[in-house]
């Protein structure tokens, strides 16, 4: 059964830190990785897809890199803003059950002005 | 807007009634799933449907959760004898085959 792990489960940072979240699954079988964040009380939003034949993602101020053989995916976000702060999800989908998402327990990011 | 919208955004309920959510995927979009989040949790995975098949149903917590499409269009979920540990987030999402999933907003639902 896949499991999905992220770490730190918090963070607290001043504006304009560089950061790294990081996510470990516990199955290299997958099809691909996906980065979401989540505001308080709303859904998720997509932020970045990784296939499993690619090893890094970017987008704007963030980059995801993948290694799949050690089970490992890092988000990268570059000159953090207040407006960053939320919780970011981390999910990985297999082959099977039409590509379900098993989800990480999230990284609450608190970025203080 | 052409997202994924779910209705309706908050229910409230006493224990051992019935509930029903309704979510309305991206219209081109042939997968829909279905996901509940508890407090401080991810999401955990429930049921999918391409198109109108239910192909994935054995993640669904007890015989009490049933989930529709009829159509291939929007899909309803329903929580019969509602219990107060069904009390969560229940979030909806579609995608083109196997891409990126987009969420809806989600459906809050608590149970008295």
């Known amino acids: 059964k896949q499991e999905v792990t992220q770490i730190p489960a918090a963070l607290s940072v001043p504006e304009g830190e560089n950061l790294v979240l990081n996510c470990s699954f516990t199955?290299?079988?997958?099809?691909?990785l996906q980065w979401f964040r989540q505001d308080p009380g709303k859904g998720l939003t997509s932020l970045l897809l990784?296939?499993?034949?690619?090893r890094e993602q970017t987008s704007g101020r963030l980059n995801a890199s993948l290694d799949k053989s050690s089970g490992r995916s890092t988000l990268y976000i570059a000159a953090s803003q207040p407006g960053d702060s939320a919780t970011y999800l981390c999910?990985?989908?297999?082959?099977?059950?039409?590509?379900?998402?098993?989800f990480g327990g999230g990284t609450r990011l608190m970025v203080k002005p | 807007d052409t997202g994924v919208s779910q209705d309706p955004r908050h229910k409230i309920t006493k224990r051992g009634q019935n509930v029903t959510f309704r979510c309305d995927p991206i219209s081109e979009h042939n997968r829909l799933y279905w996901y509940r989040q508890t407090l401080g949790q991810g999401p955990e995975f429930l049921t999918y449907f391409q198109n109108e098949a239910q192909l994935e149903k054995s993640r669904l917590l007890s015989d009490r959760f049933s989930a529709e499409r009829p159509k291939g269009s929007f899909s309803t979920l329903e929580i019969q004898r509602t219990e107060q540990g069904d009390s969560a987030m229940y979030l909806c999402?579609?995608?083109?085959?196997?891409?990126?999933?987009?969420f809806g907003p989600g459906t809050r639902l608590t149970v008295l």
């Open positions: 990784i296939q499993s034949s690619q």
């Open positions: 999402a579609s995608s083109e085959q196997v891409d990126t999933q987009y």
């Open positions: 999910a990985v989908s297999g082959s099977n059950a039409g590509n379900m998402l098993t």
């Open positions: 199955d290299s079988a997958i099809y691909n």
